[in-house]
């Protein structure tokens, strides 16, 4: 997956992104550094009494529904760490980008981040695209990027910690719920681009193997609105559910058009994997009402972690604004990255890297554990539905946090998909 240096100087910026995220998935990064390339010169200052930390979501474009949720719950952890004494004793320097829901975009203002403004570490991206564009400017730099959304798996980096989940914590347990339900046959729907894609790759080899039957599957660019021929697809093919890998606002426009046609989640119920509470509002509560979501978080969680939680994002945003899993992700992000500052007791990136494994954070989902060897977390896998009330209600939990298997290597019908 990594780009030598002498490669990424010599080619175009727009070029390299571009190879990299039409490569697709699957290229097993080894994170004990086997494939990065050689460290980069790092420009972090840490003589002064602050640090400077980069902030790198979509504020426009088709995915800013999301992700304006996540930098707003990446501030908030700012905030509270900079209120208890920072990191190290260092106020902690926001630097802002937005990544405009391009993916040349955001490798560009990674970039940036780290070779102009300096940071010590970078939080943010929402699609796998972004993620795919942005891998080598990390590894190539030396750098380290916190990505908070469940994603596709088939990765693991040395310079990127995965706190959403990873297929076998999200994906794997809502097929397993499907097929406790009864599910026979799933129609998939998806954005086209990488994670939708090698999500359906995945879910395909799972359903040969789980005696389910795969009606159709369809893509849409992202930002698609016209969803009355797909829509019309998957109601002709009858399916028990669907599965459903839309990104951004082209959910609004699915699940109108899918109450529209008359389907709901009684006779053919969908289940979303990125949809949360921020996308309920915007989607509308009368179109989604009673359908199916599998994630990690939702703000309906009963703990003393998630109460604070709460009332701290809406005593900084107002009442009306509603927690999900994504910002929740990110928000533990930046606890994760202090741990591992104060437990290595460095800035530096080998410092952090060597000191990840087991660094805990109690976070409103539980507590989470950072995995050493793979950087991802172990997490606890909820399948959801949501209410009249516009929150998402648990259905059923895994009960305890799964570890993270990004490269599948613990299910037999897995094998060759990485």
Known sequence: MATSRATARALPAATLVLALVLSGCGARTDASGGSASSAAASCVDVSGDSVKIGLLNSLSGTMAISEQTVHDSLRLAVAEINADGGVLGKQLEVVAEDGASEPTTFAEKAEKLITDDCTAAVFGGWTSASRKAMLPVFENNDALLFYPVQYEGLESSPNIFYTGATTNQQIVPALDYLKEQGATSIFLVGSDYVFPRTANKIINAYAEANGIEVLGEEYAPLGHTDFSTIVNKVKAA???????????????????????????????????????????????????????????????????????????????????????????????????????VEKAKSFAVGDIQEA???????????????????????????????????????????????????FLTGYDWAEGLS
């Open 356 to 406: 990840a494994g087991g660094v805990t954070f109690d976070a409103p989902e539980g507590t989470v554990t950072v995995d050493g060897e793979n950087h991802h977390i172990a997490k606890t896998a909820l399948i959801g539905k949501i209410g009249p009330d516009g929150l998402i209600h648990t259905e059923w939990s895994s009960g305890e946090p799964i570890e993270p298997d990004p």
């Open 238 to 340: 009858g399916a028990d559910a669907v599965f459903n890998t839309l990104n951004g606002d082209s959910n609004v426009a699915f699940f109108k058009e899918y109450k529209n046609a008359g389907l709901g989640p009684d006779a053919m119920p969908v289940v979303s994997v990125s949809i949360a509470e921020e996308e309920v509002g915007g989607i509308g509560i009368e179109n989604v009402e009673g359908q199916l979501t599998a994630w990690n978080y939702y703000q309906t969680i009963d703990s003393p972690e998630n109460t604070t939680f709460v009332e701290a994002f809406k005593a900084e945003y107002g009442d009306d604004r509603v927690t999900s899993d994504p910002m929740e992700a990110a928000y533990a992000s930046v606890y994760l990255w202090k741990g591992m």
